[in-house]
C-alpha cells in the first residue's frame, strides 16, 4: 500500500505561479514513478507529467516550458513547480505512484482567474 498527499493548490492570477507537493508513505520502496494528472468535470483526468525512480521526466505538450516535476528522495516528496499559469490549467490535481498498482491522491484544486 502506498498513501500519497497532496498539498500547495489554491487560486492564482494568469501568468502566477504555484508549486504543489506530494507526500508518500507506505511501501515506497515498491514506487517505479511517481506523476501528476489533472481533471476538470466532464473531461478524463489527463497526464500532465511524471518523474522515474531514475530521474527521467515526461510532461504533456501543454505544460513543457512552464512546469517542472521533481523529487526529494529522503523526504518522499515529489513537487510541481507551476508557471505562467494559464485559465486552462484550472483543474483538480491528482498526483499518482506506479507501485505494481496505481495508486492516487485525494487532489487539490488549482484555480487560475483573474
Known amino acids: 500500500q502506498v498513501h500519497l498527499v497532496e498539498s500547495g493548490g489554491g487560486l492564482v492570477q494568469p501568468g502566477g505561479s504555484l508549486r504543489l507537493s506530494c507526500a508518500a508513505s507506505?511501501?515506497?520502496?515498491?514506487?517505479?514513478?511517481m506523476g501528476w494528472y489533472r481533471q476538470v468535470p466532464g473531461k478524463e483526468r489527463e497526464l500532465v507529467a511524471t518523474?522515474?525512480?531514475?530521474?527521467?521526466?515526461n510532461y504533456a505538450d501543454s505544460v513543457k516550458g512552464r512546469f517542472i516535476i521533481s523529487r526529494d528522495n529522503a523526504k518522499n516528496t515529489v513537487y510541481l513547480q507551476m508557471d505562467s499559469l494559464k485559465p486552462e490549467d484550472t483543474a483538480v490535481y491528482y498526483c499518482?505512484?506506479?507501485?505494481?498498482?496505481?495508486?492516487w491522491g485525494q487532489g487539490t484544486q488549482v484555480t487560475v482567474s483573474s
Open positions: 518523474i522515474t525512480s531514475g530521474g527521467r521526466t
Open positions: 499518482n505512484a506506479a507501485a505494481g498498482y496505481f495508486y
Open positions: 507506505g511501501s515506497i520502496f515498491s514506487i517505479r514513478a
